[in-house]
């Protein structure tokens, strides 16, 4: 009887935990405007504002901080991988890859991995 009773609070909580309801992103809850500063090579980093639309389509802004030109704006449509939270945005060169994360954005790296490290706190966009 000793042994039953653990092994039935193990598989209670595997169940428990099985049975949460993923949080599905779609156009609608992500859309909205997203900011942060994110690391630059070439300055102190840049002020990046991302706005989602319902429609699908997206605008971001960058703007270099102590450096003449800009803001850079681009425009483009965007998808979502719903297996993972990933939102795609399209650029015609290599795409901009952010996941949901409760109410922000994290810029992943060009393989669709969370950044990690010392400086992964900046790559996180919060809504507005």
């Not at 997203?34 to 802004?61: E, F, M, N, Q």
């Not at 704006?73 to 290599?94: A, C, F």
Request: a negative charge.
């Amino acid at each position: 009887m000793k042994k039953i009773i653990p092994l039935i609070l193990i598989l209670s909580t595997v169940l428990l935990l099985s049975c949460r309801e993923k949080t599905s992103v779609t156009p609608e809850t992500v859309a909205g405007t997203y900011t942060g500063t994110i690391p630059a090579a070439s300055s102190p980093g840049i002020d990046l504002t991302v706005t989602l639309r319902p429609d699908k389509t997206w605008t971001v802004i960058m703007l270099y901080i102590d450096e003449d030109g800009g803001p850079f704006e681009s425009t483009g449509k965007y998808s979502i991988d719903s297996s993972d939270n990933t939102i795609r945005l399209e650029t015609g060169h290599r795409p901009y890859l952010f996941r949901s994360k409760g109410s922000d954005l994290l810029w992943l790296d060009g393989d669709g991995n969370e950044i990690t490290g010392d400086l992964a706190d900046m790559y996180v966009l919060h809504r507005q």
